[in-house]
């Protein structure tokens, strides 16, 4: 039968264990600089654009991107897997499919993102004019 002694010891050593540095909290917030549109001129319909989205961590805390979503089912975006440090670049990636524009037509094609930052809903737009 183990005692409530051992119980404790053992707690806390595994608590001891966990406690380190640089782990990513709840509630950290941060901030970043980060290019909100991607103007991509003139395509040809059917063309798939590909948007780069550049990110700076400006903040004391890790970044990290919850929810990336596009405005309808022609866009997709990625965002990076990793957190991006403070101090730190990267890059959010996004498609976007012309099949169905009208030809002589201009679009517009929102991104929407979630991160550690306030405000932390951030939209994204791409143009084109389609021809």
């Known amino acids: ?8 010891l053992l707690s806390l050593l595994l608590l001891a264990a966990c406690s380190g540095g640089n782990k990513l909290e709840v509630g950290q917030k ?3 600089k ?10 040809v ?10 990110i700076e961590n400006t903040g004391d805390y890790p970044l990290v991107f ?3 979503k596009g405005s309808c089912s022609c866009t997709v975006a990625e965002k990076p897997e990793a957190p991006i440090l403070p101090g730190e670049k990267g890059v959010i990636l996004a498609r976007v499919d012309t099949e169905s524009f009208r030809v002589n037509s201009e679009v517009s094609k929102y991104v929407t993102l979630i991160a550690n930052t306030e405000p932390n809903r951030v939209t994204l737009r791409i143009t084109a004019q389609i021809k």
């Open 1 to 8: 039968m183990i005692s409530i002694k051992y119980i404790s």
């Open 30 to 32: 941060t901030s970043m």
């Open 34 to 43: 980060i290019d909100k549109l991607f103007e991509a001129g003139t395509r």
């Open 45 to 54: 319909k059917g063309e798939v654009i590909e948007a780069r989205f550049n």
């Open 66 to 68: 919850g929810e990336i």
